[in-house]
């Protein structure tokens, strides 16, 4: 079918703008709910490419995993993945110091006591140990364990979310869309149509005469923010007076022997580094303040600083860090987090809050 053909708009005719992490877990989630009742169609340049950062995730990742009927074994081998119980945090209070950060429960509360107040009585008492020695994950994780289904009546499971290949992963994603019927179009988007009256986006005009028309648009275009920025104009609130991060190296390296079930977090004097474990590398980046350190003196603390040999020269992305003010033509809807209306919704980078949270593949599953 050309793509002027599949152009004419059916009732629930979707096009997803970009191919990410964003647009495949969006093109694969809807094509795993929606079935046949809706035409999805993908829209990717090859010749721009992906951010291809977001290795670390949350828990609520195995909401989209067991949404979409994936094998976890399958796709902890086709991903490169591992296990993370938690994030370390490192130099952060103190240099020299550390914590982990763990997903799940931490002790046991007793009635309608939590555990925090009774740890606190406690540690008033000289009777309690660290917080953290009352984790299981971070037991497991500081002895670099890991265990599925281990819980009983006494033992909680071990809460837990991964780090992968975002690359191999959107590409995980992209074959289970097209085997369910997803279109894939490989073609710049150089203009927007709409509707004269209403301004509703119509149809993505795509090199110099291919147009993808239909009735409810997915902007995925990562920073370029090509449907909810560029077009709509949709303002962002500029955080930075706030995050002052605006820059970001990100290098391969080598991995180390044992593969830690769990991300760490470094202080570094104008930023933080992320140190992430996966089965055939660890993923490093330096994020920093480009007032307070050159590129060069960012890349060289990076380099300074990995496990193990690098495999690639570091990858600059600069940012802003910001939140996305949108309103719908007639009635306010508030700031961050309604990034819909009738004819367009967004996800990914180009919804794009701060880089710390390792919530990426969530927010565009839940969104
Ligand atoms: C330094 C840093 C570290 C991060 N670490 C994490 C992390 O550990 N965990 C986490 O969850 N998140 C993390 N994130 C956030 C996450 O990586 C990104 O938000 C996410 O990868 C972006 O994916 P995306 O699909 O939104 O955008 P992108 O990967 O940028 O994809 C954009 C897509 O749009 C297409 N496109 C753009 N313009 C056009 C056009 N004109 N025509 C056709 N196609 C177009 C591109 O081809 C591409 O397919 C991090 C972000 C940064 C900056």
């Known amino acids: 079918m050309s793509v002027r053909a599949m152009s004419q708009p059916s009732p629930l005719d979707i096009v997803i703008a970009g191919g990410g992490t ?10 795993r709910f929606l079935g046949n009742r809706a035409s999805i169609t993908l829209v990717e ?31 902890l081998r086709r991903t490169n993945g591992t296990f993370k119980l938690g994030i370390e945090f490192a130099d952060w209070v103190r240099s020299g110091e550390s914590y982990i950060h763990s997903f799940g429960q931490t002790g046991r509360g007793v009635g309608l006591i939590p555990f925090r107040q009774l740890w606190l009585r406690g540690r008033a008492l000289g009777v309690a140990a660290e917080f ?87 902007d995925c275009t990562g920073f ?12 962002y ?21 044992a593969v830690r079930p769990y991300t760490q977090a470094m202080a570094r004097p104008s930023g933080w580094q992320w140190r992430i474990p996966l089965q055939h590398r660890t993923g490093n980046g330096h994020v920093y303040c480009s007032r307070f350190m050159s590129d060069d003196q960012a890349a060289a603390l990076l380099l300074a600083n990995l496990d193990g040999a690098p495999l690639a020269d570091p990858l600059p992305i600069k940012f802003t860090p910001q939140l996305v003010r949108f309103t719908l033509p007639s009635r306010p809807v508030g700031r961050a987090g309604t990034l819909c209306r009738r004819d367009l919704g967004s996800t990914g980078a180009t919804s794009f809050g701060v880089p710390v949270g390792a919530s990426n593949p969530y927010h565009c599953s839940d969104s």
């Open 224 to 235: 370029r923010s090509l449907l909810l920025g560029k077009t709509l104009e949709v303002p």
């Open 132 to 218: 953290g020695d009352y984790s299981f994950n971070i037991a497991a994780a500081r002895l670099g364990r890991m265990s599925k289904n281990a819980g009983s009546n006494t033992i909680p499971e071990l809460a837990y979310a991964y780090h992968f290949d975002a690359s191999l992963f959107a590409r995980m994603l992209r074959d289970y869309a097209v085997e369910r019927g997803v279109r894939r179009i490989e073609g710049m988007i150089v203009g927007v149509e709409r509707e004269p009256e209403s301004g509703d986006i119509t149809a993505l005009a795509l090199d110099a005469e291919r147009r993808v028309g239909g009735t409810l648009f997915v």
């Open 237 to 257: 609130l500029d955080w930075s007076r706030w995050l002052p991060c605006d820059s970001a190296l990100a290098v391969p390296c080598e991995s180390s022997e």
């Open 22 to 31: 964003a647009g495949w877990v969006a093109a694969a989630t809807f094509a």
């Open 45 to 75: 340049s090859e010749a721009i490419g992906t951010v291809g950062v977001g290795e670390a995730t949350i828990p609520q990742i195995h909401n989209l995993i067991v949404g979409l009927g994936l094998d976890q074994a399958d796709f």
